[in-house]
């Protein structure tokens, strides 16, 4: 093999004639056809993450200051986890972008 980059065609050689990489996508391409499951799971850690994290942790989130902060704290007081599906988040007045840039962040420090 030379010391070039991956090609399909060197790694039909490698793997077989039939098997080409063709097939391997992009990493944002590889994050939507995720399983659904493991979905769900990114989402579960990143509410779970809202409904546990202290006031400073909830602050360093894109998106949360001081106010929305404290109404996550208030939230809390009414029923421990307040926070069960991504649409829970609306009520803090976050739009779907808005939404998923923190939840982005949160991902990004675990």
């Known amino acids: 093999m030379d010391g070039g980059g991956w090609s399909g065609r ?23 056809t995720h399983n659904t499951g493991d979905k769900k799971s990114l989402v579960q850690a990143c509410l779970t ?3 546990k994290a202290n006031k400073e942790e909830l602050k360093q989130l894109k998106w949360i200051g001081e106010k929305r902060a404290t109404y996550i704290l208030e939230l809390r007081e009414e029923t421990p986890e307040p926070f069960k599906e991504i649409e829970d988040l609306k009520e803090l007045g976050l739009s779907s972008k808005q939404i998923s840039e923190m939840m982005s962040g949160i991902l990004t420090d675990f």
Request: hydrophobic letters at 35%; one cysteine or more.
């Open 10 to 32: 060197r790694a039909s050689k490698c793997i077989g004639p039939s098997l080409t990489l063709d097939h391997i996508k992009t990493p944002p391409d590889i994050v939507r």
């Open 49 to 51: 993450f809202v409904n």
